[in-house]
């Protein structure tokens, strides 16, 4: 003779309760098995080792503190070596460097072949520095 559902759901639920489980008779899944694993970050971060402080964290924590970082200053250097730090123009000096373009025969989109090998320098540049 067979037991009633009903019966074993109810040992079941007890079960639980005793053995400090999940009850869950339709068995869906809800990811307690996941939910009880060990935690992995603390792990991972162990495994990695712990960033160096830079000048640039020294600027951020004391902003009246006069540093000076090479890699900047050296990154700033190759920007207005190269003509990439410059002011705004205003509309007048514009239309200067058209004419002036125009005289020396160039012509208006010829700047950007030179701002293209400029962007190669630097990475050039920045790869020796890494090297």
């Known amino acids: 003779m067979a037991v009633a559902r009903s019966r074993i759901l109810d040992l079941l639920k007890i079960q639980c309760r005793i ?41 951020k924590l004391f902003p009246d503190l006069d540093t000076w970082d090479d890699d900047e200053e050296d990154r700033l250097e190759a920007l207005t070596l ?6 705004k123009r205003s509309a007048k000096e514009e239309e200067d460097q058209g004419r002036f373009e125009a005289i020396q025969g160039q012509e208006k989109g010829s700047g950007r072949n030179r701002i293209v090998v400029a962007y190669m320098l630097v990475d050039i540049l920045i790869c020796m520095a890494w090297a």
């Open 19 to 59: 053995f400090s489980m999940t009850y869950n008779p339709e068995r869906i899944r809800t990811g307690n098995k996941i939910l009880r694993e060990r935690l992995k970050g603390p792990s991972i971060a162990e495994y990695y080792p712990r960033r160096a402080p830079t000048v640039r964290d020294l600027k």
């Open 82 to 87: 190269f003509g990439f730090l410059k002011r």
